[in-house]
């Protein structure tokens, strides 16, 4: 609590996080660091302890790590060179989208723009192989009026961890988790 009552959020970009990892010799990943690739929790907590010593907000996720309704972007794409035009973006297109990272923890909250142009929605939908007319309902939403909107979600037992100082999360799950005693 006292680091987050400091009051400093370092903040970077995917593609900064991705270079900073590529170009660390203090510790050695599990698997080779590549612009695309999911973050996973070694990488999260080496740059917000390592190296920010500090939470740590990354923005600009790569599109294809994230769920088709987060905003692609376009003016100022970082990994797309710019374009302003989100129908031509490169290979390297990003989404509006941000993790919180904690020391000892890595992510602890996630959220993002919501796609509000209903043809870049449609594409997205149909990029990441889903059946557009299943989801007419969510293209109606844009459809009919929506707003440039976003939303995010906080990890239950992961903010239990932050507030308590608790290490491991299996020490913080509200019920016993026991393998095998649920039939389903």
């Known amino acids: 609590l006292r680091t987050l009552a400091a009051g400093r ?7 900064e996080a991705i270079d900073l990892l590529q170009k660390t010799t203090k510790r050695k990943f599990s698997e080779p660091i590549r612009w695309g690739m999911d ?6 907590r080496f740059l917000a302890e390592d190296v920010f010593g500090s ?33 031509n973006a490169l290979e390297k297109t990003t989404v509006a ?6 020391p000892g923890l890595g992510e ?24 557009p007319e299943q989801y007419g309902w969510y293209l109606d939403l844009r459809r009919y009026g ?5 939303g995010f979600g906080v990890g239950f037992d992961r903010l239990v961890q932050v507030v ?17 005693s649920i039939d389903f």
Do not use: C, W
């Open 55 to 87: 939470p740590l907000a990354i923005t600009e996720y790569p599109k294809d790590l994230k769920a088709f309704y987060m905003r692609v972007n376009s003016e100022g794409n970082i990994a797309s060179g710019g374009t302003d035009d989100a129908d």
């Open 9 to 15: 959020v370092a903040r970077i970009t995917y593609t």
């Open 97 to 102: 989208a941000f993790d919180i990272l904690m």
């Open 146 to 150: 929506s707003i440039p909107h976003s």
């Open 108 to 131: 602890v909250v996630g959220g993002s723009q919501r796609e509000e142009r209903l043809h870049v929605l449609r594409r997205r939908i149909e990029e990441v192989g889903l059946d």
């Open 39 to 44: 973050l996973k929790t070694e990488h999260e």
């Open 164 to 180: 308590t100082g608790v290490e491991n999360i299996r020490d913080v799950v509200p019920f016993p988790r026991v393998q095998g």
